[in-house]
């Protein structure tokens, strides 16, 4: 069975552009969670979807959003590019929102200049 | 929010066994995840513990004591390819979030 897929694997941008990122998630998974992570850290929480619907957001500005579809899979997009949004971008779905583990996709590699 | 606390780095020599620990806040916790993470991958998950005790998968074990805010990440019979970051990621009660440490940067030497 597939795993979690993202595209695409790296995108550069410049500041003040927007992008959209893609997630696919797990057959049968309905919860999709949206990470970034830069260098040495840890990942850092964003937003859960969960049948469609917004079950969390990380602290983050106004500036990212997403959304889930109808076949789960989901978009985050990102306005207003800063230099400081450079991060690999993780999804990640599960089962249920919560008490399961998230599987990981590999992420999208975002550069901004 | 649940403050993870683990360390930065550690080195052990292949064949041994190396305990990665992890501290976290105890206020509305639900849940203990550890994640492996190789450089330039996605984090693969490894375990989860909501319960006091001792989970054992292979050469790996995690254990959870609640009231102590404490997990570590046991890792028996050490390899090259252990070499990695392990995450630690607590969830919060009624809360979808995953909180993550910044990871334990593990090196595995002959």
């Known amino acids: 069975d597939a795993g979690v897929t993202q595209s695409p694997t790296h995108l550069i941008k410049t500041r003040g552009q927007h992008v959209t990122l893609r997630c696919s998630p797990i057959?049968?998974?309905?919860?999709v969670s949206w990470y970034q992570q830069v260098l040495g850290q840890g990942p850092q929480f964003i937003f859960q979807y969960y049948e469609k619907e917004e079950r969390g957001r990380g602290n983050f500005p106004d500036r990212f959003s997403a959304r889930q579809f109808p076949n789960y899979s989901s978009e985050l997009n990102v306005n207003a590019l800063l230099l400081g949004d450079s991060a690999l971008y993780l999804c990640?779905?599960?089962?249920?929102?919560?008490?399961?583990?998230?599987?990981f996709g590999d992420g999208t590699r975002l550069s901004i200049l | 929010g649940q403050n993870i606390d683990q360390p930065t780095e550690m080195t052990a020599t292949e064949g041994a066994i190396v305990q990665i620990n992890c501290t976290y806040q105890t206020s509305g916790f639900n849940g203990l995840f550890w994640y492996q993470q190789h450089a330039g991958e996605a984090p693969t998950f490894l375990s989860y513990n909501v319960l006091d005790g001792l989970e054992e998968k292979g050469r790996f074990s995690s254990f959870l004591s609640r009231s102590k805010g404490y997990s570590y990440l046991l890792l028996k019979e050490l390899q090259m390819k252990d070499s990695a970051s392990y995450l630690c990621a607590s969830l919060g009660a009624g809360s979808y979030q995953l909180t993550f440490g910044k990871g334990t940067k593990l090196s595995v030497i002959p």
């Open positions: 057959s049968g998974h309905k919860s």
């Open positions: 990640a779905s599960s089962l249920r929102p919560s008490g399961q583990p998230q599987h």
